[in-house]
């Protein structure tokens, strides 16, 4: 799993492309290698994982298990430079075809993620020190913990009532 191997990330936005390219081919050590030996990923869930190592063993998981029909679809993107070696990277991705679990099948899912990436290898490529994957939940604002579950809800539908 040596990201060496694999080609140069030549900008910030090759970041979420080649996440969405390997995703879609379900290469766990592919994804694994876009980050840093001892990057940081926190998923939707908020499961947080401290190293590639723990990364490509989740996506391996995920990926045969979880999402292993699943595809998923790159949408808007946006770079924020916060020195001339380090970048923030926002990036909404669609997700289709999830697993089914028990006699449920899912929805598309929208998600945003934010890359923390910097240059490598004398400044001829990009790697990931940090992502965080955040569903997004069109039509609300926050999650209320109730009965023990959490729920996605919108403050300003309660004032309507």
Known sequence: ??????P???SPEDIPARFTEV?????AKKLAALFDEDAEFV???GIWWHNREDIYKAHDYGLRVIFNH???KQ????VKYLSDDIALVHCRFRLTNQTPLNDTRPETRQTLFSFVVHQVDGGNSWSCASAHNT???PGKETHMMKNGEI??????KADER
Do not use: C, F, H, Q
């Not at 799993?1 to 694999?6: L, Q, S």
């Not at 995703?23 to 290469?27: A, L, P």
């Open 23 to 27: 995703w879609n081919e379900r290469d």
């Open 135 to 137: 569903d997004v939940i």
């Open 43 to 45: 998923n939707v869930v």
């Open 151 to 156: 729920e996605a809800v919108d403050y300003r």
């Open 75 to 78: 949408g808007r993107t946006k």
């Open 8 to 10: 140069p990330l030549t």
């Open 1 to 6: 799993m040596n990201p060496k191997n694999y």
């Open 70 to 72: 699943s595809t998923l």
